[in-house]
């Protein structure tokens, strides 16, 4: 099975489980705030692996959400607490399918699923879909081997190790301005261990 198939036929087995352990996650709450105040109300935000729409329910009170997955079992759970907004089920690599622009994009725990060789090729694609001064706000798991996780063993997902100075030095290649760049810690849902997330809030120049 494909790579992204595999990914894919996994989040749709796992969605239920998924957004029960990920409702809540305190780590993303400045996140969510630091890249609010960067968009006047009412823009257009798209959700770049929005999930069950955790995220996409919280900014969709004050901006016009779109968001995009791999999964539709994912999607469909969104779809009930956000009915308003805009879902297409799409691959990250196949976003040039997608005509719209937008003011920001926010791409949450989603980009360390590509392929090492395809990082690059995703980072000019979600350029081309942003506005000039767009704000665009990514995270993904850092200090981490590339595996196939165990989490849920029957449905395992793949994650890649990208490091900080190589994805900086991306997003430079692809003339975005960062804002900040930074390691976060964050408690693993109560079990006492401690995950590393690379935090990248940037814009389009």
């Not at 004050?62 to 691959?91: C, F, H, M």
């Not at 900040?180 to 690379?198: A, C, F, H, K």
Request: hydrophobic letters at 35%; one cysteine or more.
């Amino acid at each position: 099975m494909d790579y992204y198939d595999k990914n894919k036929v996994s989040y749709n087995a796992i969605a239920k489980k998924y957004a029960a352990n990920y409702e809540s996650i305190e780590l993303m709450e400045k996140e969510r705030l630091e890249f609010s105040l960067l968009l006047p109300k009412g823009s257009k935000i798209l959700d770049l692996g929005c999930g069950h729409g955790r995220d996409l329910e919280y900014f969709s009170s004050q901006y016009n959400v779109t968001g995009i997955d791999i999964s539709s079992s994912l999607l469909s759970i969104t779809k009930e607490r956000v009915p308003t907004a805009t879902l297409v089920e799409l691959n990250i690599m196949d976003l040039d399918e997608i005509s719209e622009t937008y003011d920001g994009i926010w791409c949450n725990a989603v980009l360390h699923h590509l392929k090492e060789q395809d990082f690059n090729i995703a980072i000019g694609k979600i350029r081309s879909k942003l506005r000039i001064n767009g704000i665009f706000f990514f995270s993904m798991k850092h200090n981490i081997q590339s595996h196939w996780d165990s989490k849920y063993p029957s449905h395992p997902r793949h994650y890649t190790f990208l490091k900080k100075t190589t994805v900086d030095s991306i997003l430079s290649e692809n003339n975005f301005e960062i804002i900040y760049s930074r390691i976060d810690q964050e408690d693993n849902t109560g079990t006492g261990q401690r995950r590393s997330w690379l935090q990248l809030l940037t814009r389009k120049l």
